[in-house]
């Protein structure tokens, strides 16, 4: 099983929320949340606002702490065919400065502003899901129900 702690940034603004577009190994994409792997000795408040940056070209501010999300894919689901366990830290972040640019050489593209009833129409990352219902309920205990994935909600 492989694992990732991992850190998300919420970023909503006038009923919009900044989302990127991921594309996988095998070059299906789908749309999730600006984000990414805590490094080595790294804080995940200081990885939320690099992955920011690198994803999207924008700068922001940590405003709070959401919440977390702990999940397994099995393996059958999983982008790699192994099972997976990710740590998932979700912050609300506020936008600072910048426009949105697709991350040079990486992962993900096509950084928009995203009108918040559009996106569930979208093919997308459960991590939306999760971001969105944590920013909108703001559970005591940081934590929010499993989001099934299925149809345009991917792993």
Not at 77 to 97: D, K, L, P
Not at 135 to 148: E, F, L
Request: aromatic share 6%; with cysteine.
């Amino acid at each position: 099983m492989s694992f990732r702690l991992a850190a998300y940034a919420v970023c909503i603004h006038n009923n919009q929320i900044l989302l990127t577009r991921y594309v996988t190994p095998t070059g299906d994409t789908h749309w999730t949340l600006p984000g990414g792997q805590v490094e080595h000795a790294e804080d995940p408040y200081d990885t939320v606002t690099r992955e920011l940056t690198e994803e999207t070209g924008c700068t922001g501010h940590v405003d709070h702490l959401l919440g977390v999300d702990s999940r397994v894919i099995p393996a059958a689901e999983a982008i790699r065919g192994s099972e997976h366990h990710n740590v998932g830290i979700f912050y609300q972040v506020r936008i600072t400065a910048g426009t949105p640019r697709p991350e040079p050489d990486g992962a993900t593209t096509d950084p928009a502003w995203t009108p918040l009833p559009q996106v569930s129409r979208l093919r997308r990352s459960s991590l939306v899901d999760i971001g969105l219902a944590l920013a909108t309920t703001r559970p005591a205990n940081g934590h929010v129900a499993p989001v099934p994935t299925g149809g345009l909600i991917q792993h």
